[in-house]
């Protein structure tokens, strides 16, 4: 791996996924509603960036159309290493039309951040806590940014 420059850092989208919030999918990566810790990011491998990098946040860019259901919150989490690791970003999702076109995020918490240095073999694990409510209907963009130092050529 090429040599880390100082000082400056660029910030850019290391992972995104687009998908439905629909309580029939047929696959865990496409139904954001699936089970319990239900893994999105990677499968059951989680994702791994491949390179060092500071996890800031963890978005979710609202669809254009109106989420539907019950009623209430989804909470998602961004962990680290496995899917019940530390948890680096909670993002808690409501139920609402008026968010059409919204971004929502979170940032990591001071406290995580040492943890949220992401090395060469680091896995990264989008899940589902099982509190809230399943939405019916509701589409949408998860984001993970994250900031990295230049690499110096050699």
Same mark, same amino acid.
């Given at each position: 791996?090429?040599?880390?420059? #100082?000082?400056?850092?660029?910030?850019?989208?290391?992972?995104?996924? =687009?998908?439905?919030?629909? !309580?029939?999918?047929?696959?865990?990566?496409?139904?954001?509603?699936?089970?319990?810790?239900?893994?999105?990011?990677?499968?059951?491998? /989680?994702?791994?960036? /491949?390179?060092?990098?500071?996890?800031?946040?963890?978005?979710?860019?609202?669809?254009?159309?109106?989420?539907?259901?019950?009623?209430?919150?989804?909470?998602?989490?961004? %962990? %680290?290493?496995?899917? *019940?690791?530390?948890?680096?970003?909670?993002? =808690?999702?409501?139920?609402?039309? #008026?968010?059409?076109?919204?971004?929502?995020?979170? !940032?990591?918490?001071?406290?995580?951040?040492?943890?949220?240095?992401?090395?060469?073999?680091?896995?990264?694990?989008?899940?589902?806590?099982? *509190?809230? =409510?399943?939405?019916?209907? #509701?589409?949408?963009?998860?984001?993970?940014?994250?900031?990295?130092?230049?690499?110096?050529?050699?």
């Amino acid at each position: 791996m090429p040599k880390e420059a #100082a000082p400056a850092f660029v910030r850019s989208i290391i992972w995104s996924h =687009t998908g439905d919030f629909v !309580s029939n999918a047929a696959t865990v990566s496409a139904d954001f509603n699936a089970n319990t810790l239900a893994t999105i990011a990677g499968g059951a491998g /989680g994702f791994i960036p /491949g390179f060092v990098c500071y996890i800031e946040k963890l978005r979710f860019h609202v669809g254009t159309e109106d989420f539907v259901g019950g009623g209430g919150t989804l909470t998602f989490e961004l %962990r %680290r290493d496995t899917s *019940t690791g530390t948890a680096l970003a909670s993002l =808690t999702i409501p139920l609402a039309s #008026a968010l059409r076109g919204a971004v929502l995020e979170a !940032s990591v918490s001071a406290a995580n951040g040492a943890a949220a240095r992401i090395n060469d073999t680091d896995k990264l694990f989008l899940v589902r806590l099982a *509190t809230g =409510t399943a939405f019916t209907t #509701a589409r949408g963009t998860f984001s993970v940014l994250a900031r990295q130092r230049l690499q110096a050529r050699i």
